[in-house]
């Protein structure tokens, strides 16, 4: 009795495909982790969104000294906006820098369902493979010493936090570090550099789309409104 082996080899292939992005996400939801790091080796990148220019903010306290560079590129799977982030230390200093943070990602979430990560948030993690990409090159960037051991997500899904064990030292740098959002908007935001100390940065970050943001000021002129006319009515 023959066997028709083409069904067999297709849910095989089928079923390996499913498995290996399943196995590769690290698709945080608005609170999440801590967990490893996705690989980002091999992401393609679009170009440069649209207004976007390398960001580069001191970060110094008395245990650390350094910079963060921050760009954003156009994601080229999801179409949505990356928001890419690298520390380097630059003089010596007695703390290995820990954990770096950035914010707000509130609102940036969406579906992934590719091999970079499969769910539904933001996707965080990292790539090395900076040399083999002119575009991150030109923009700044530099091959990394040091990968992050794992990532978070929380305070309503707005701070994504990158964990480095051991920490970063100098002479030394981080991995790129890149959340990918279906954002399409960015502006300045909030980061942070940590050790025993903590120095604040200005990094960029997805910003509330036109209508979202309409509706919260629709919403919040609604409200005020109400409270108005309930005082009004009182005072009557």
């Not at 954990?99 to 993690?125: C, E, K, Q, Y």
């Not at 309409?214 to 009182?234: D, E, M, N, S, Y």
Request: glycine fraction near 14%.
């Amino acid at each position: 009795m023959s066997v028709n082996r083409k069904p067999i080899a297709l849910f095989g292939l089928l079923a390996l495909l499913a498995f290996i992005p399943t196995a590769q996400a690290v698709v945080l939801a608005p609170t999440g982790g801590p967990v490893a790091p996705d690989d980002f080796t091999g992401l393609p990148i679009t170009g440069v969104a649209p207004g976007a220019f390398m960001l580069v903010s001191p970060a110094v306290t008395t245990t650390f000294s350094g910079t963060i560079l921050s760009d954003v590129f156009i994601d080229g799977i999801t179409g949505g906006l990356d928001f890419y982030y690298q520390y380097t230390g630059t003089a010596t200093t007695p703390d290995a820098v820990e954990r770096i943070t950035a914010a707000s990602f509130a609102g940036a979430d969406g579906a992934f369902a590719d091999p970079f990560g499969v769910g539904v948030g933001v996707d965080v993690g990292t790539r090395n493979d900076t040399a083999g990409i002119p575009l991150l090159l030109a923009s700044g960037f530099l091959p990394g010493t040091t990968n992050s051991s794992t990532v978070t997500r929380g305070s309503g899904g707005s701070v994504v936090g990158f964990n480095f064990s051991p920490g970063i030292t100098v002479p030394g740098n981080s991995f790129v570090l890149i959340v990918r959002t279906h954002a399409t908007t960015f502006g300045v935001g909030n980061g942070a550099v940590i050790d025993s100390n903590s120095a604040n940065v200005a990094v960029w970050a997805p910003t509330p789309e036109p209508a979202y943001a309409g509706l919260l000021l629709g919403g919040l002129f609604g409200l005020g409104l109400l409270v108005t006319r309930r005082f009004q009515a009182k005072q009557s």
